[in-house]
């Protein structure tokens, strides 16, 4: 089991930028695909990006592409989500998720483990 915390989320006008991090509880994640979903009100939980166990692959939403960054430190067991140019559509609650051995998945269902989420609100 591995429990996940995410964090750095809030409220930032258009065009500002957030990073978020989650926090796993697991002494090393290098052996986890990390990913970032989102979920806003009344729409279902969405892929954002993702970073491979394997080391070196990452893949993006269409939506976030060349806006957001996804990147992991194995050794503080964490996960970034830098997030720049934040548009009011990017509003949702942002959920760390994680999955074993096995590549990047752009399904929720793919994934095991979940973290609580963590809100961002982008003002127009």
């Known amino acids: 089991q591995v429990q996940l915390v995410e964090s750095g989320g809030g409220l930032v006008q258009a065009g500002g930028s957030l990073r978020l991090s989650c926090a796993a509880s697991e002494r090393t994640i290098s052996t986890y695909t990390m990913a970032w979903f989102r979920q806003a009100p009344g729409k279902e939980r969405e892929f954002v990006a993702g970073s491979s166990w394997s080391g070196g692959n990452t893949y993006y939403a269409d939506s976030v592409k060349g806006r957001f960054t996804i990147s992991r430190d194995n050794a503080k067991n964490t996960v970034y989500l830098q997030m720049n140019s934040l548009k009011p559509e990017d509003t949702a609650v942002y959920y760390c998720?994680?999955?074993?051995?096995?590549?990047?998945?752009?399904?929720?269902?793919?994934?095991?483990?979940w973290g609580q989420g963590t809100q961002v609100t982008v003002s127009s």
């Open positions: 998720a994680a999955r074993w051995l096995v590549g990047i998945g752009y399904g929720a269902h793919e994934y095991s483990y």
